[in-house]
């Protein structure tokens, strides 16, 4: 059983800062690749930010700059840090688990539920 439990999210200004939890159970969360991604109404599903198993970061180019995002093994989880929030940024966040090009084992795509994220004054 699998599960990928985001929390964090809520209402902030313009300006201001949250930070995203996700934690994975049901997988050997060393061996992936985590993300975060995003989706407000109307839009599609995109990438905000990754790191891979070998601690690789990539970003989206909205967010460099604003965003971190980081790993603790040891925890089984990834964290995204958003500062200098937009009200572009309003979006539910959705964490991901999945195999990179030279990961070992099958492949297979893992979503949490999502967190809503709102800014606005």
């Known amino acids: 059983q699998v599960q990928l439990v985001e929390s964090g999210g809520g209402l902030v200004r313009p300006g201001g800062s949250l930070r995203l939890s996700c934690a994975a159970s049901?997988?050997?969360?060393?061996?992936?690749?985590m993300g975060w991604y995003r989706q407000a109404p109307g839009k599609q599903r995109d990438m905000v930010a990754a790191?891979?198993?070998?601690?690789?970061?990539n970003y989206a180019d909205s967010v460099k700059g604003r965003f971190t995002i980081s790993r603790d093994n040891a925890k089984n989880t990834v964290y995204l840090q958003m500062n200098s929030l937009k009200p572009e940024d309003t979006a539910v966040y959705y964490c991901?688990?999945?195999?990179?090009?030279?990961?070992?084992?099958?492949?297979?795509?893992?979503w949490g539920q999502g967190t809503q994220v709102t800014v606005s004054s």
């Open positions: 991901k688990a999945d195999k990179g090009p030279f990961d070992a084992g099958p492949r297979g795509d893992y």
């Open positions: 790191i891979t198993s070998g601690g690789v970061i």
């Open positions: 049901g997988i050997i969360f060393s061996f992936y690749r």
